[in-house]
């Protein structure tokens, strides 16, 4: 049995996976947080909250390397730690880090800092010539102006240190670029109260269909678990609106997206890791749109699961062990597997959703997940703002994203305007 030191962690489905992935293998773990109320505020409806499964439970501050590693080490040496494993994207360098100081099984933290920077990343591919979009950091609105007019409009701008696809925009002038900049510039912490970097990063708008590309990396080799397709809404922002998993791809793309992603991982100097990789498919060639040094989110792990057997939070745990990880395909019985996200388009209170009843009903559903009433609800401007999501599986092809799409057509959020939360009981 292991101790694993598990500093920080995303609260959505990552939160109770891997918890379970180090409950089933038999290992324990102290959860290390700046913020225990972070997480208790996002306590789950279905069950006990995950991190009652922790030995120990501390608080540090998580932000400040320079206390928080040698504290680390203190721990090392009453508690013994045999990984350190996070969960959430601000805090993957920190592990790198972390591990290295004790002496633990882990990526190269020059690596995971340059992966979980857009801009480091959209360096380092660029001088390996890994296939990306023409970009441009800038440091200032005139530099961006400039740049956009270099790389030619539309084009998409980006914060280089914000995750589910916060802030990050499609824009068509230069009047909706200034409003993109000045949207970033009043948002300088992140939800974890780290300071951003003031670069933006500006990319030439890439079309076709997009895709990731999920892979462990463990002794000096990528190895490809398998490729899923997605389905981004919400224009001018870029939000994900579904998954499937296999992705229904002819050979020549899906080779060429497993080739590019492990070309990308390379050049990033990733290892012991499961990454998480990015792809559009252009008509120019596959073109990398970002990669993440840890397991998909969106329940893409779950899907992955269920038609392939195989655990991808286990396998953070195993190569955060610096084992190797149990990757073998297993029958499962499910052809393929597929999330569709419902979008909030209005304003309003929620109350409830109409046709509910009839979703739960269909045997087709597997998971379906709605937010409670009484939730204050605005349009979608990014993945954190989800009303809930339908699951579903296909024994016999590749039907999962169909029946999911179809099935989500009959949940209709019922609101109360917003102007009648204002009128006294």
Known sequence: MAHLLV???????MSRLLPRALGEGGHRFTFLTRDLHHYLRAAPDDGPHPLLAAGNIL???TNDPA?????????HAVLGFDGVLSSCDYYLPLVARTARRLGLPGPAPDAVEAACRKDLTRRALAEAGVPGPSYALCDDPGQALAAARAIGYPLVVKP?????????????????????LRAMEAFPVNARGQRRAPVVLLEELLTGPEVS??????DGSAHVVGITDKSVGGAPSFIETGHMFPAALDPADAEAAVSTAVAALAALGLDQVVAHTEIKLTPAGPRVVEVNPRPAGNRI?????????????????????????????HRTGVASA?????LPERTGLLEGFDGEPAVRRDEAVVELSLAGPGRDIR????????LGHVMTADTEGLGARRTAERLLTGLRPRLRPAAAQAVPA
């Open 379 to 386: 349009p979608a401007t990014s993945n954190n703002e989800y």
């Open 338 to 342: 597929a999330i569709a996200f419902l």
């Open 67 to 75: 206390a928080l590693l040698p504290y680390a080490e203190r721990l």
């Open 59 to 61: 608080t540090a501050d």
């Open 7 to 13: 500093i920080e962690s995303w609260v959505g489905s």
């Open 301 to 329: 792990t779950e899907l992955v699961r269920r038609v392939a057997g195989v655990d991808l939070a286990a396998a953070c745990v195993d190569v955060a062990l610096g084992r190797r990880p149990d990757l073998a395909v």
């Open 160 to 180: 280089v240190d914000l995750c589910a696809g916060m802030f990050v925009r499609e824009v068509l002038d230069e009047r909706e670029l200034i409003a993109a």
């Open 213 to 218: 590309v999920e892979t462990v990396s463990f």
